[in-house]
């Protein structure tokens, strides 16, 4: 069968390491029909859109899609639904994709590269999974309106709406129940039940379809809470499952954990398998250009696709691989050197991959 992939690449470093990418994609052996289309500023600077609809029908009729990064400062003055980030938010509600997979893992090459010490985050491996379509991302009603009750009535207030319907909870629950599974077999859900309505349902609703999975440890966790026990001692953790706000913001501070989120794969999936593969770091304009942007993120994130996605777990396997191999032999890109290690730019560090794909 042939996969067809829609590629977008967006802004800042995204077509660099996309491309590198698409060379590792290529090299595989597999049938692979890429598309690529406009995304993010990049798109709104040709069709005055950051989703254009030709971008989003592309995106639909795939199976899978490669996305590099959206945004720019440049673009921070326009009106918020022309804004590059409205792309990714599009995209995710379009296609459904309320399942967003954030691994957290630290390389044992570069343990020196967190801030936490080497014994705290050794052999880290934790996988945040973020309900991705739902929550005060997405809650109407939201804006800007001249209070009518409390103690401002007549004053201007913004406000947003925090909401998770029961189907919401349960989907992504049983996602988190499953994949848990899968490891080692520990959910922690995290909330803030002591304070928000919409929090003491959901954990209402996961602590009910933890029925369904009695072989799986289930613990509960205010989000504040969370915030500290990731750093004071991040290996309890296996499985985060949360809400969208609040994976948004832990999911970066696991990230962080690792030292190296040019290193970090995510993968955000629909009901239906179909899924967007994003590196977890941003499209970095500070460097774009540059050709020293690290592209193993995005390598790994083909990675992802290929194994929840296309169903080629060898090929995955084959990518990941070839990554740890490059790191052994000392590689680095600028974001992740120190010394000892061999500063390589982007396209070497893709050539390195290819060289070692070609012996696994
Ligand atoms: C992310 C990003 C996005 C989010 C932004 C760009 C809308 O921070 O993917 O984590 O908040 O979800
Ligand atoms: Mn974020």
């Known amino acids: 069968m042939t996969h067809k992939i829609a590629v977008l690449a967006g802004d800042g470093i995204g077509p660099e390491i996309v491309e590198q990418a698409l060379r590792v994609l290529h090299a595989l052996g597999l049938s692979i029909q890429v598309e690529q289309a406009l995304v993010g500023g990049a798109a709104y600077d040709e069709h005055g859109h950051p989703l254009p609809a030709q971008t989003l029908e592309l995106a639909k009729s795939s199976h899978a899609i490669l996305f590099g990064a959206v945004g720019d400062w440049k673009y921070d003055k326009l009106p918020r639904e022309h804004r590059p980030e409205q792309a990714i938010l599009g995209l995710r509600k379009a296609l459904g994709l309320f399942a967003n997979l954030r691994p957290a893992i630290l ?40 209070a009518v009750d409390g103690s401002f009535i007549g004053e201007r207030e913004g406000f947003d709406t ?8 349960r989907r992504i629950a049983h996602l988190g129940f499953q994949t848990a599974k899968k490891r080692r077999s520990k959910l922690c859900s995290v909330d803030k039940a002591n304070v928000l309505e919409t929090s003491q349902f959901w954990r209402d609703i996961v602590i009910d379809v933890a029925k369904d999975y009695p072989e799986v440890e289930l613990s509960h966790m205010y989000v504040d ?32 954990l690792t030292g190296s989120i040019g290193m970090l794969p995510s993968a955000s999936l629909n009901e239906s398998g179909q899924g967007l593969y994003e590196p977890s770091h941003g499209s970095a304009p500070d460097i774009a250009g540059q050709g020293i942007a690290n592209p193993l993120a995005t390598m790994l994130s083909a990675a992802m696709m290929l194994r929840y996605s296309l169903n080629e777990d060898g090929a995955a396997d084959r990518i990941e691989s070839a990554v740890r191999q490059v790191l052994a032999q000392g590689l680095r890109t600028a974001d992740i050197f120190e010394a000892g290690t061999t500063k390589v730019s982007t396209a070497q ?3 390195a991959v290819l060289q070692a794909l070609s012996k696994v």
Do not use: C
């Not at 925090?162 to 909870?169: L, Q, S, V, W």
């Open 107 to 146: 390389y044992p090459e570069l343990a020196n590269a967190s801030s936490l010490k080497p014994e705290v985050v050794a052999g880290l491996d934790i996988l945040i999974l973020r309900e991705l379509t739902g929550d005060i991302y997405f809650g109407q009603p939201r804006g800007v309106r001249t």
């Open 162 to 169: 925090m909401r998770y319907a029961e189907t919401e909870i």
């Open 225 to 256: 809470n969370a915030a500290m026990q990731l750093v004071r001692a991040p290996k309890e953790f296996d499985v985060i499952v949360t809400g969208n706000l609040f994976g948004d913001i832990l999911s970066d501070e696991a990230a962080m």
């Open 349 to 351: 560090m893709g050539d």
